[in-house]
């Protein structure tokens, strides 16, 4: 038996809640049985899924509020006026301890904001960042970041591969995943300032990490490493290219099946493989980004999920918790910062 956990959801967060929400709890009760849940929203709205879910009733605790942060609300602005919002409680239910992580399908930008406010970071680290699942020909990779930080320095890249290879030994149970840089090549002389100083600084550190070097784009979905770290600009843009490369590529298939009798019997003959493509590639299956470097755990499901796309980033939590992520995150920070080298050696390497 697993020990009773106890997940945080938005339930007014996303395209199509509280519905998809409650449904997706349900989803998460029969896989996870052992998870309690704090649900904060509308009651008026709310209480009808739960009557009509009677077998999760007795997990389910739910806290009203008529406030919910909109889809197009500025971060700024929710931080100012959102603290009875149902996302903002949320996150504060795990900052008090009443719960051990916090799922919502809300706005991603005031989903970072209050979480990064309610929480706090993770000592020694300096900007969370959103970490996700990507499907590859030898299985999966972790990427981060994929949209939090536009910017980044070398410092920045340096604490992504940290947790980022922290996550693949915790939950993915990698004994020593590779970690690889997003790059323009391969190359070590390609690059800007930032992704060479921060190469430099992980082939350097006496951290057991397996840096692989330099990747490119196309290396993401060969799974050439387990791990991908990038600035939340090149990430957030490599995640939607994907994402809408499977999209015409779906398209393109059903078109063609389409397209003439015969295919249509050929359709008949290939649908069991192509049924087992479109598990494999199934976005929802990879739902539940998860915010890294917080002070507890935070996971973003996808505004336009259903429910068992919500269901599996309430896993995403879950597995999160189960593995003492962020308790890893501090004990490996600290072996960092004691093998990084006293300023004064610095200056006399550098002399």
Known sequence: MSAPVTISIDAMGGDNAPDIVVEGVRLAHVRLPHVRYLLFGDAARVEPLLDRYPEIRGVCTLRHTDEAVSGDAKPSQVLRTGRRSSMWLAADAVAKGEAAGVVSAGNTGALMAVSKFVLRMLPGIDRPAIAGMFP????ETVMLDLGANVDCDANNLVQFAVMG????RAVLGLEQPSIGLLNVGSEELKGNDAVRSAANTLRESHLPIRF???VEGNDICAGTVDVVVTDGFTGNIALK???GTVR???TFLKESFRASLLAKFGFLFARH????VKVRTDPRRYNGAMFLGLNGIAVKSHGGTDAFGFANAIGVAVDLVAH?????IRREF???KAAEPAPAQRAAGTG
């Open 248 to 250: 015409l590529y779906s």
């Open 212 to 214: 692989h070097g330099f």
């Open 241 to 243: 290219t994907a994402e």
């Open 273 to 276: 493989a192509l049924h087992k």
């Open 136 to 139: 590859t020909e030898r299985g």
């Open 165 to 168: 290879e922290v996550f693949a």
């Open 334 to 336: 600290e072996r960092f």
């Open 324 to 328: 003492g992520y962020n308790d890893r």
